[in-house]
């Protein structure tokens, strides 16, 4: 079946510091790929999507390209911000699907 | 655009007692989502309306639970005969369709509302 692994967490950071968070899936054809965010308290937000191979979502300088050679969808961020402390999923909808999959979340805790 | 609300935010039941939550989208959106999500995990699909129609059911919606979206528009989840196990955060989502591209249907994209934690003492 359809399924997200995230890098384990939590992760704990810097201000400043470079981020990745590793999300890989598995799918059969071409499923549509999501990073959705959850700041504390508050619902999930969605963050970035990529709807086809090769593509690049972007959002509040966050980015992720849409890797099917190697069924990645990685988040990264150059510097981060102490805001940016959440909890991020990776998610994913079957291609002809409209529920999401989504991987078990990174907990991230960026200090000043 | 008020986004998508859910009542209550927090219930505490008693084994065994019913429970319903109710789910308000955002308006014009067409299509509907539950999910559950349990500590340190990610949510998990349980059904989706579209329009008034319950086109899919997880597995994991077993008979104690039920859900409907009468008028397409609110939809309430109802869990009857509560177990320790149902206790979690269940979020609601809502979209509208997105379209399609090459003939293939595009995904939509899911605003979620706050959730509603359940606690089964």
């Known amino acids: 079946g359809n399924s997200v692994t995230q890098m384990e967490g939590p992760v704990t950071l810097s201000e400043e510091a470079f981020l990745t968070i590793n999300c890989t899936y598995t799918a059969t054809g071409y499923p549509s790929l999501f990073w959705y965010v959850q700041y504390p308290g508050e619902g999930l937000q969605l963050l970035l999507k990529a709807t086809k191979a090769d593509d690049k979502g972007s959002n509040k300088g966050f980015e992720a390209t849409y890797r099917k050679e190697t069924t990645s969808f990685h988040l990264e961020k150059g510097s981060v911000q102490v805001s940016d402390s959440a909890v991020y999923f990776c998610?994913?909808?079957?291609?002809?699907?409209?529920?999401?999959?989504f991987g078990q979340g990174t907990r991230l805790t960026i200090n000043p | 655009d008020t986004g998508v609300s859910q009542n209550p935010r927090h219930k505490i039941t008693k084994r065994g007692q019913n429970v319903t939550f109710r789910c308000d989208p955002i308006s014009e959106h067409n299509r509907l989502y539950w999910y559950r999500q349990t500590l340190g995990q990610g949510p998990e699909f349980l059904t989706y309306?579209?329009?008034?129609?319950?086109?899919?059911k997880s597995r994991l919606l077993s008979d104690r639970f039920s859900a409907e979206r009468p008028k397409g528009s609110f939809s309430t989840l109802e869990i009857q005969r509560t177990e320790q196990g149902d206790s979690a955060m269940y979020l609601c989502?809502?979209?509208?369709?997105?379209?399609?591209?090459?003939?293939?249907?595009?995904?939509?994209?899911?605003?979620f509302g706050p959730g509603t934690r359940l606690t089964v003492l």
């Open positions: 998610a994913l909808s079957a291609q002809g699907a409209q529920k999401l999959v």
């Open positions: 989502a809502s979209s509208a369709r997105a379209g399609t591209s090459g003939g293939a249907p595009l995904a939509d994209t899911q605003y």
């Open positions: 309306f579209q329009n008034e129609a319950q086109l899919e």
